[in-house]
Structures are given as C-alpha cells and as structure tokens.
C-alpha cells in the first residue's frame, strides 16, 4: 500500500538538496550539484526499492523491473526533479516520488507484473537554466543534437556539451534516440500548476492534451504628434492600436469554447512614452495557446486579421513578427478511457482538463499511449517558493499512479 508517512518524508529529503547560497525556496537548476544529489538520492532509492537502475548518455534515470515477460514493451513512469530559480519541491518531484512509491507498494503487495515497468527520472526539464524545456526527454527520443548542446548555454556561458563532459556524461552519444527499448505506454503524475481543480473542488485532473504556445510580436508605427495640438481626428496612435489589439486577442481566445484556447499579450511597450507625446510606436507580445492545432490557428488568424483591419482604419502601419509556433498533443481517447476507469475504481472526485504547461510527458504523447493525472496546487502557484500540494492530494496522486500501473502492466489491457 501507498505509504504517507514514507512520501512525505521523502519530500522532506528532497528539500534539502537546494543550492542554500541562491536564497529562499528550491534553487535545483540543471546539473547542479544541489540536482545531482537529488539525482544520486533518487536513483538510490531505485535501487533500494529494487529496480535495475541504468543512466543514459545524457544522465537520465531508468529504474527497471522485468516482469513475468521482460521481452514486452515497458510501462513507463516518472518526471523530472529538478526546480527553477527559486522554485517549489512539487513541480516534477511529486512524480518521480509517486513513481518510486508506486514499484514499492506493488513490491511490497507481492504483485508481479507482466510488462516490465520503468521508473523514470528526466534531466533538465525546467528552461532555466539553459533556455529549452524539456532536454531529457528530447535527448532520450532522439531530439537533441550535439550541435544542439554546444549551442544551449547557460548564464554564465557554460555550453550543455561541458557541462554534460564535467558530470561524466557522453553528448557526443547525442542525436539518435537513447532509448532503444519499446514502451506500451508512459504516465506522469505533477501538479497542476493552475487553479482549476481548486476552483472546481477536484481532487484530481485528467489532462486531455498538453497546449503548446504560437508566439508571435506585434509591431505598430503610427504618428508620435503633439498630445495638445493634435485633434482627436487626425491622430495615428499606436498606443490605441495596440489597446483594441489587446482585447481582441481576449475575445478570439475566449470565443474558442470546445476545445479551450487562451490568448495573452504579456508584453506591451509603446514609444516615447512621454506624457505630451501621443504615443507614435507600439510592440505587443502575444502567446497564444490551445492542445488543439486548429484551434490554436483559428485564434492567431483571427488575430492577425483584426490587427490589419484595425491598423488600417487608424492609419497604423503594423508588421508582424513569428517568434514560435509549437505542436500542442491531444491525449488519445483509449488512455483518457482508461484513465477515468480508474478514477471511477478509486471513488476520487476528478474532471477532466487540459495543460497549458509544457511537460516531458509530451514528447512521449507523439509516439506512444500516454496519460497524466494532476492534483491541486495551493492557489494555483507554482515556479515559486510558495508552491504548495497537501499531503493527502500528494497520496492520491501515488495511489493512483500505482493503480494505473498495475493495470497497464497487464498484458489484456490494450491501448488504442
Ligand atoms: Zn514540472
């Protein structure tokens, strides 16, 4: 059985492992040694709940445990554990601890399961440290290039590959897939990281797709005229431009229902920015996101389309710039069947919702059956040292991880 009392203990352990020096919350960028510590204390608990433990040439972790028919594709599960600057000990952490305490419960349980099982631990899943998300996972499936890590540098202009060289790793090793073997379905349990289930008082949340952001940056040029001597007819301002291009993308993201969509303008400058000037220059920054392509498409042409429209009744000329345009992943029905039957076995109370954060989960979700369940954060917070799940969600979350496990480790149930 899912033991408290061992979980959360071990939350506790993977608190300390922080760079003390780099202030308050959890400081566990990349291949740092506060991250290598927690990387060598969770692949000796691995071993000590007895798996098979091997690395790879970018040092992610595979705890194994054969099965009755080690020939069979595995049954993948786990996350990352390292934080952002500053962050929580709950993004990532809660589902390599919900892994490791899922092989224990079902060791203790006597269990034997026919597919062989893999708990797995991601490196360098959070972009702070290097600029890209998720590189473990990239690096396992054949997404990162060599070229790739000797381009990644970090602030102090460390590059991936060296950094990857001093840990005693092999990124020369990089650019065909690291993993060779054949998964029948890969899981990941994490916090939510917004406050839906909260809001919606569910314990737990069936993600339905991983959003994947469009960024784009919108600029405006209109007339940088005197703010007393211009009429309110003859003005071009970019600033007013770029104020009805702010609320349109508000009402095309808002309008997209089933499947969501959200739209953002998250930066928004405009020029001189003087008080007697009227404002002649304009930059927006706009992230669009949906785990629907089209959707996501709908939104950002809809978009476009309005900022042509409304620069050319203002007389605003305008240029829009790509920045990013990312493939969200739909979850296939077959797992989000399998999933709410095991909700349904497990009396707890759930809903189903979509990601707007990115996760290693992702890049699996292309090539093989995937599911992620999440569980509340405390008011939504998250990447911050106020990051908070309690300790009975915590449990549920493992519990279910070893439901669905034990489930997906048998040979009659099939994924579409
Ligand atoms: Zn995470």
Known sequence: MVSKERLM???TRMRKFTGEEDGPGIYRLAFTDADWQARNYLAGLMREVGLVVREDAFGNVIGRWEGADPSLPAVMFGSHADSVPNGGNYDGVLGILAAIETVQSLKEDGFCPEHPLEAVLFMCEESSRFGAATLGSRAMLGELSVDDTRRLKDKAGIALYDVLKGRGLAPDMLGKPLYDGEVKAFFEVHIEQGRVLEHEKKSVGIVTGIAAPTRFSVKLQGNADHSGA???A????AACAAAEIVLAAEHFAAAEQEPPAVATVGVLQIAPGVMNV????AELGV????????TKKCVAE???DAVSEICGRRGVAFEIVPISDERPVAIRPSVLDFLDGICREDGCSYMRL?????HD???WAERVPTGMLFIPCRDGVSHNLEEYAAPEDIVAAARLLERVVRAASRKNVTFA
């Open 9 to 11: 203990e071990r939350f």
């Open 230 to 232: 211009t009429p309110m």
């Open 234 to 237: 003859l003005r071009h301002d």
């Open 278 to 281: 009227i404002p002649g220059g």
């Open 287 to 294: 992230d669009i996101r949906s785990i629907d392509a089209a």
């Open 302 to 304: 809809n978009l476009k």
């Open 354 to 358: 979509p990601s707007g954060a990115g």
């Open 361 to 363: 989960a992702m890049h």
